[in-house]
């Protein structure tokens, strides 16, 4: 299987202020995105991708002249592979608030003329999927074949086939859940006091102050990555192994200092949280934990997930990993007990593998020949 | 019990366009027979890997669930039929999933291999466990965790209040109904609520 090769991103202005959940609107902003594949005839080959958390429009391939820039999902998406850019027109957009192009807290405010910092509004799910469709409109396309998308992605992928029904013929949601839990909030929770205590933060208006929070950014992260990992591939991968000050040598015995790195893991989540703090916004951080936090399609429907979920029509892929304990198999099953309520098609599997939340951007070999049998499932239904 | 003749003569068990949900259904082949002949839809439940990908590879829409787990997320009387074809022999908690069964179909039809085929007897009667086509594992490297008979599949509806419509046994693909429990390699059973 190759790669896409070298792509390149497009960014789009609307001028039209966009309405968003929260009753604020954005008086103007731009989306950064890409597309891989070609357009079929009849418009009817488009796949539409939505990124997590730390990812971006940048899905698949590479840019030129920058090493190691290969895109979050290349594993999935190019010519040959699950995803298959030789048969589908696929696209991915930057979601509003982001760090990665798209009008976010880094960008000047147009009303004041000053950067937005703190003043950002805050965006939904819902919202970013309302600046999709604004984006797809300008495509062309009145229909996706797919909406793809995993963690914080899928649950845009699930706001899509609800608010959006008619647009998509299918929605493949894998690693997500219908909401957070009270304990998925509270490490939300923690990452964002973290960055707010963080005396470099000023209250998000830190770019004028030419500082980065990156304490908090780093502490962040850190707790992020703990509930990306299953326990078990944390003491496969690091155990109670003792950091070495030599590379490949191995310690035994206990430094007894407080402060210093002592264990492995501890170096490998200051590392994690350092590069981190190098390339993410402080405020987008906070912005996009927040969607999180807000989505929650049944909350209309008095908590009855199962009348949320009457107004999609499309047809359904869900997946979940066993050892996801972040968004676990139980809360990808609540979607499937709404969904078979409701008497929509549907399939669901549920992959046994080690890694954790994380697991949705490896390759297993399973969810990989599940992902792409169903792509060629919708590529048989397209009229060619 | 795989072959074509077994499988349309199950299928024909089955209303025209009755929503189904097929406990156990393997490679799905069975409900995609049913929804390209008899207009039917509806959905498998499978827990191995290899079998839910087959699913979706012929287009049947599959949930990946251990039954021994219950069906909690399905609501009663939400389908037309559930089948459970070759799977109760399986099952760990084979009780259970029977009264699920009738819970959640409006119908029931179970399939399984029945112990009192002659052969078996006669095996049994030698001293050994029988080792067939429709039965063909060692007694130590089965997967058939429950090991019954006609008779006794009817017994254990009856004790748990289910009502059964129709019951015969099935032999090369053919209907069995004289001396089913003598003459048929596998029981059938319908039943409702």
Known sequence: MESLGHVKPQSLRFEQPLPLKSGAQLPSYELVYETYGRLNADRSNAVLVCHALNASHHLAGTYEGEDKSEGWWDNLIGPGKPLDTDRFFVIGINNLGSCFGSTGPMHSNPVTGRIYGADFPVVTVQDWVDAQARLLNHLGITQLAAVLGGSLGGMQALDWSLRYADRLRHCIAIATAPNLSAQNIAFNEVARRAIITDPDFHGGHFYEHGVIPKRGLRIARMIGHITYLSDDVMN????????????????????????????????????????????????????????????????????????????????????????????????????????????????????????????????????????????????????? | MSDRLTMETIASLVPQGARVLDLGCGDGALLAHLQATRGCSGYGIEIADDNVLACVQRGVNVIQLNLDEGLALFEDQSFDVV???????????????????????????????????????????????????????????????????????????????????????LHNGRLQRFLPNLLASTAVLKFSR
């Open chain 1, 236 to 384: 496969e991968k690091f155990g109670r192994e003792l950091r070495s000050a030599v590379a490949g040598t191995v310690r035994e015995t206990y430094q007894y200092s407080t402060q210093d790195i002592e264990f492995q893991i501890e170096s490998y989540l200051r590392y994690q949280g350092d590069k981190f703090s190098e390339y993410f916004d402080a405020n987008t951080y906070l912005l996009i934990t927040r969607a999180l936090d807000y989505f929650d399609p049944a909350r209309r429907h008095d908590g009855d997930l199962t009348r949320a979920l009457a107004a999609a029509r499309c047809k359904f892929l869900l997946v979940s990993f066993s050892t996801d304990w972040r968004f676990s198999p139980k809360r990808s099953r609540e979607i499937v007990k709404a969904l078979l309520d409701n008497r929509r098609e549907l399939s669901y599997a549920e992959i046994d593998a080690p890694h954790g939340h994380d697991a949705f951007l490896l390759d297993d070999a399973r969810y990989m020949k599940l992902v792409r049998s169903y792509f060629q499932g919708i590529e048989g239904e397209l009229v060619s």
């Open chain 2, 83 to 169: 089948l459970q074809i070759d799977t109760l022999q399986h099952l760990r908690n084979a009780e259970t999933v029977l009264r699920e069964t009738a819970r959640v179909g409006r119908m029931g039809i179970v399939a399984f291999p029945n112990f009192a085929h002659w052969p078996n007897r006669l095996s049994v009667l030698g001293g050994r466990m029988p080792v067939t086509r429709r039965l063909p594992y060692q007694w130590y490297d089965t997967p058939n965790i429950r090991v019954g008979t006609h008779a006794d599949l009817e017994v254990l509806a009856q004790r748990n209040g289910l009502q059964i419509l129709d019951s015969f046994g």
